[in-house]
């Protein structure tokens, strides 16, 4: 099992430019999240989805969209990417609200 | 009180010695914890859970959970180089829909 994984793993964007944070779990999950992680700063959660079909804002929603097709995919879509968008973003899963499983991280500066 | 909350350090503790870290938590419903490590420039992984009060042993790891206090330690034994990361801390909270709330992680450092 690959696990979670995450696509690409370094991105640079300029101010305006959107894109998409690829993530993929071949567990069955039927929980999936989107976190960010500033520098020297914990998670904070920006999206989450309790299964296919279903997304839910976290605490830092805006700028970012979601979507839920499938069981194994939640793509990350930023739009008019800002400076204040510069981060690590990292992909989980979990089955249920139980121990969640991570994948690599994306690491995006907008310039 | 912070929701989940955790020293973020950085703890010093030798080569060899006992580390202790040390989580609170605000929701007196969460049944179940979870700590995390973190090295520099990577993703958290998952190194413990814990449901039941008392103690929970994994080779050098052991979690402590006291439901009654809102605590849960986690304690590294034998501390190796290799144990140097942040530690994270998480909590479902029935308040917040369950959602796993993270800690702000304790940075451990361990003295050669």
């Known amino acids: 099992n690959a696990g979670v994984t995450q696509t690409p793993k370094f991105r640079i964007l300029k101010i305006g430019q959107s894109m998409t944070l690829q993530c993929t779990q071949d567990?069955?999950?039927?929980?999936m999240y989107w976190y960010r992680q500033d520098p020297g700063m914990g998670l904070k959660l920006i999206y989450y989805?309790?299964?296919?079909?279903?997304?839910d804002k976290g605490e830092v929603p805006n700028g970012y969209n979601v979507s839920r097709s499938t069981t194994e995919d939640f793509p990350l879509r930023l739009e008019l990417a800002a400076p204040s968008q510069t981060s690590v973003y990292f992909c989980?899963?979990?089955?249920?609200?139980?121990?969640?499983?991570f994948g690599p991280g994306t690491r995006l500066t907008v310039t | 009180q912070k929701e989940v909350e955790q020293n973020s350090g950085p703890l010093s503790v030798p080569e060899g010695a006992i580390a202790s870290l040390n989580c609170t938590y605000s929701?007196?419903?969460?049944?179940?914890f979870f700590w995390y490590r973190q090295y520099s420039g990577k993703s958290p992984e998952l190194i413990m859970s814990?449901?039941?009060?008392g103690d929970k042993e994994d080779g050098r790891f052991t979690a402590q959970l006291n439901k009654a206090s809102q605590y849960v330690s986690l304690l590294i034994r034998d501390s190796q180089p290799s144990d140097s990361a942040t530690y994270l801390c998480?909590?479902?909270?029935?308040?917040?829909?369950?959602?796993?709330?993270f800690g702000k992680g304790t940075r451990l450092h361990i003295l050669p």
């Open positions: 989980a899963s979990s089955y249920a609200v139980n121990e969640q499983y």
């Open positions: 567990m069955n999950h039927n929980y």
């Open positions: 989805s309790v299964g296919a079909g279903i997304t």
């Open positions: 929701d007196r419903v969460s049944q179940s």
């Open positions: 814990i449901y039941s009060n």
């Open positions: 998480a909590v479902p909270f029935a308040s917040r829909d369950d959602k796993i709330i």
